[in-house]
């Protein structure tokens, strides 16, 4: 996992495909449609979604095999709760064709991170995540972006 400011995205020498979902990153803004934005194909692709944040209570965990995330907010702010994937009982084994395996929350995660705009997490196939929660005990409606990126173009 790597938490840092997006603005730092270069300290990584993680290859091109780590450039380009940053060089797209950089085109975003509060005001960028949800959709499915293709970058290389289904190599690296961003989704802008919205929605409103939630109690950790009626979450899961989640990680992928397939694609590493990068995730940030547009507007707004969410909680990320962060475990390693073998620390946790399975729930739903893995799904090839949705790339997710859950995992049962027996317990509030080992980090706990609040990204706002100008942050970012990145998360790789062992690092287990629940998104989308609330800052505070608030909910609030956010618009975020989360790039996947196949990974082994990560290097």
């Known amino acids: 996992m790597v938490i840092d400011r997006v603005e730092n995205w270069g300290h990584y020498p993680l290859g091109s495909a780590w450039r380009r979902a940053f060089e797209f990153l950089h085109t975003l803004t509060p005001e960028s449609p ?14 802008v979604m919205s929605y409103d944040t939630c109690a ?6 989640e990680s992928h095999q397939k694609y590493i995330d990068i995730q940030t907010v547009l507007r ?7 475990a390693f994937k073998d620390d946790l009982v399975i729930d739903i084994p893995y799904q090839s064709s949705k790339d997710i395996t859950l995992y049962k929350r027996t ?18 196939p062992h690092d287990a995540h629940i998104a989308s929660l609330m ?21």
């Open 34 to 47: 949800d959709m499915k934005y293709p970058i290389d194909g289904e190599n690296i692709f961003a989704i």
């Open 56 to 61: 950790p209570e009626t979450s899961v965990f």
């Open 76 to 82: 707004g702010g969410e909680r990320f709760e962060c």
């Open 107 to 124: 317990r509030q995660g080992q980090t706990c991170i609040d990204v706002f705009p100008g942050t970012f997490v990145m998360l790789y």
């Open 135 to 155: 800052i505070n005990e608030k909910s609030e409606y956010i618009k975020k972006v989360v790039i996947k990126i196949k990974t082994e173009l990560v290097v």
